[in-house]
Structure formats: structure tokens, C-alpha cells
């Protein structure tokens, strides 16, 4: 027993402290005489896990994951909050596969549409262009100003006071954790009334997850993410979100597949929640226009609109409606939702004819949805006197081989798409017109946008576009007639954008596989005043 105690904490050992060193000298790089945004940023930027030591912790098989909640807690101690100050935030907690962001986009659309004289905040992630998206006020992100303030009082109190109580553990935490410290100060700060907090990735040991006693949880659909990779089956899954039900706190959830269900509704009675609630269709949603995209998202305003009925009947005394009502506040909250980057479409302001159809669906679920939205009569299925687009894929994943499933599962949905739309002229093999697999590098010059900066694949990778040449090896496979020449394998979001906005008339872009690649879509193509 002791000796596997020991290897476990060996094999810690090492990755920590070989993160911790890391990060210890890129912070001692960065020698900024001021303390702006970008300088909180490229801070920030120093705190990134690298490729090789994310891929440490893969190999580690997630044994790590048992001291994320215990020091996450410490960091928290350290910048002088305790866990039980973090309640005054009146959280709803959401987490799932996929459609927890859209979830949150929607019930912080409620809630401030019923108490507009509330104070709502609203932390998700990952962001677009600007790291301070993922921490917003009533729905706009907080300011460069505010940013920069809260960042380096974080900073500067774990520098101030940094005893460990483990001295492997760094001295700070990792980007996203270091990120969610900043967003609960910057709430705290603010006195907000109430916080919509997205879990990062699982839910049972997310930094989000160190909230005592939230308002009410919620799990949005379920299916393999990116804990995928360490090899998790859906009832794993199940129990890793079902993590973030508290003792007498409602616990909801969408309908989920059975072997889902089951975990989530025995973890809710282990952990001894209030109430354990399936939110079903709400049949007064499917007349309305949803600011939202996507058939998909019927789901996701139907948990949003039930998790801010529970909140509002226990942190504002407002009874909810009858369950098969809707009041207009709601009708007029859900329309008004916005959530760039998911199923978005967007006219280019300054390329006319070029329209961008903007998804950062990154598993197999997410991009079946991001398929259905955009071959349909409301997408690039639109009728037009000027005649059928062309159509241009932009497409990236951090998936490695997997790439090829996803690309595979994409064409045979086309094919099945255009069939039941009766456009029996057109199949997969000339659906599209041009395709590029590109970087995530944001600009021709091989720079990154500060914002966008990622160290999270081998430079060696992004040099010899591995991923990309892999994406265009299984395209070849999967349709061998379509021209070579028009199929681009290509270093930089720049470069994908010039290359979409060549050739004649009008365009319709598809832009997926990544929130990063979208994010730098918007960055390059000037798109910001109007996507976000």
C-alpha cells in the first residue's frame, strides 16, 4: 500500500514540479513595467499547461484529478476568501457535454430580464477573441480596466501569501483555475446578485466546483467530451457531472440516455440534494424564435427557463408559473439570447455576398448539430435570386486521428441532410467547393493574437501542420473526386480567411471544429462588431 502511494504521488511529483518550473520562469520573463491588460494576459499566457506536460497528465490516467478540489481550495484561501463567502455569489451551477454554455447564455437572459435591477454575472468558458468575455455583468464583459485590476490583485496576493501546504503544488495555479479565481474576486467585488457559473471540463473536480452551496444545479445533455480521451463511458461521465449536486440543493437535468440517468439520479441521493428534477419539453417553446440557433437549443432553454424558475422561487420569493405557461418576460428573455460562435450566422460587413456560419462544435454530438443547422432552408439551404453560394469549410480539432471520424460523421449527415430537403441534385462529394484545414495560429506571421495564444500543442506539430495534413489525408479517403486543387492544407486562421474570400460571388463559410479557430475567424475576418 505504501509503495503505490508513493508512485502516485511520484508520478504527481514529477508533473507538478515540472509545471511549476515552467511556469515559475515564464513569469520571471515577462518583465512589464506596467500593468495594463495585455500585461495581465500575457501573465495569464504564462500559466498555460504545454503540450508536454498536458500530455503527462493524460498519461497519468487522471489520478490527478483527486487533488484539483483540495488545492483549488487552497489557492482560494490564499487570495483571502474562504469557500463559505463564495455562496454570497447565489450561484446556478451548469455542466454537461454539450449545450451547458447555451444553457447558461439562456438563464442569464432570464434572469435579468425578470430582475433587471439585479446585478447578474455570468462566468463561462473558453472565450472568443478576448480573454475577459468569460467574465461578464449583465451580460457585457468586464473591462479592460476592471480585468487587469482583479488579475493582478490575484497575482499579488499569491505571491504575498505563498505558504503550501504541499510544496509541490505551484505557486500558481493553471490558466483556468487561475482565471476562475479572478472571475469569483471580480464577483465578489461587484456584489452581485446572482452568478451563472459554467463548469470548464467534468463537473466532480472542475475549479468552478468549490462553491458550498449553490442556488441549484444543472446537467445539460450528455455524451463523450473531451473526458473522452482518458477512455470514460457515459455513466463515468454521468457521475463526473452529477459532481456538482450539493447537499439540499435542487438538482435538474435534461433527459439523458438511461445508463446516464441512472448514475445522475443515484449520485443525487448519495450526495443528498433537495430534489432531483428531469426537465422535460416545454410545449410553449416551440412557437418561439429562439435567439439561439438550432433545434438543439429547445432543450437547452427548457433546463435555462426551469433553473431560473427554481432560483427565483428561492432566492427571490417568485413562485413559478404553471408548468405548461410561459410568461412573456421568459418569451422575450429566450429571444434576446445570445451566444456567439455557436450555430451564428453572420454577414460580413465589409466582403458583400460573403456570409460567415460561425460553430465551435468540437465532439461528435455537438457537430451532428452544427450539421443539421447549417444544411437546412435557413442556412445554406436558402433559396436566392442570385443563385446557390459557394460553399467553403474551415475546419481544425485538437482531436489528433480522431479528426477523420469527425469528418466522416459530417459528410455521411450532409448526405442525409440533403436528401430529406429533396436537393437530390447535390451530394457530399460536391457539397463543398473549397475546404481548408488550418492552425489555430491567428495571423499570417505566425503570431498569435495575445488573447489566443495556445501552448497546448507541440510547436513541432503546428510546424508540420501534423494535424492538418492528417485532416486532409481523410478527406482524400473519404471523398477521392473531389479536386485536389481545391483542398488546402494551410498554417494560419489568416490564411484560411484570404483564401474564403477568393473567387467570385457570393460565399457561404462554414467555421468548425474549434471555438479557438472560430475566435480567430473573428479576429481576422474584422468580424467583432457584428459577432459579438
Known sequence: MMLRGLTRFSSRAVILLASSHQH?????????????????????????????????????????????????????????????ELNALNVIHITGT??????????????RHVKPEWKVGLYTSPHLVAVRERIRINGSPISEEDFARFFFEVWDRLDKNDVRANPITPSKPMYFRFVTLVAFHAFLSFKVDATILEVGVGGAYDST??????????????????????????????????????????????????????????????????????????????TIQLGLSGAHQYQNAALAVRLAQKFLSVHANIPPPPADELPETYVKALEAAR??????????PAHAGTTWFLDGAHTLESLDCCVRWFVSPTATLRTSLAGQPRRVLIFNCTAGRTGASFLGAMLDGIEKLLKEHGKDGESKETFFDQVAFCTNVTYASGNYKGDLTSKNVHEHDIAALTTQNELADAWRTLLPSFPAECLHVLPSVEHAVNAARQGPGPVDVLVAGSLHLVGGVIEVADLKDVAL
Open 24 to 84: 515559475t520562469s515564464r513569469a520571471r520573463r515577462i518583465m512589464s513595467s506596467t500593468r495594463s491588460y495585455a500585461d495581465a494576459v500575457d501573465h495569464l499566457n504564462s500559466l498555460q499547461s504545454n503540450a508536454a506536460t498536458l500530455d503527462a497528465v493524460r498519461a497519468s490516467g487522471g489520478r490527478l484529478t483527486q487533488f484539483a478540489i483540495p488545492e483549488m481550495l487552497e489557492y482560494l484561501g490564499r487570495i483571502g476568501y474562504t469557500p463559505d
Open 98 to 111: 454539450k449545450g451547458k454554455g447555451s444553457t447558461c447564455a439562456f438563464a442569464d437572459s432570464v434572469l
Open 209 to 286: 466546483n468549490i462553491v458550498p452551496r449553490p442556488v441549484v444545479t444543472g446537467v445539460s445533455a450528455l455524451g463523450i467530451d473531451h473526458i473522452g480521451v482518458l477512455g470514460k463511458t457515459i455513466p463515468e461521465i454521468a457521475w463526473q457531472k452529477a459532481g456538482i449536486y450539493k447537499p439540499n440543493v435542487p438538482a435538474l437535468t435534461v433527459e439523458q440516455p438511461e445508463e446516464g440517468m441512472k448514475v445522475l439520479e443515484q449520485r443525487a441521493a448519495e450526495l443528498k440534494t433537495s430534489s432531483f428534477e428531469v426537465v422535460h419539453p416545454i410545449p410553449a417553446l416551440s
Open 339 to 348: 451566444w456567439p460562435g455557436r450555430c451564428q450566422t453572420v454577414q460580413d
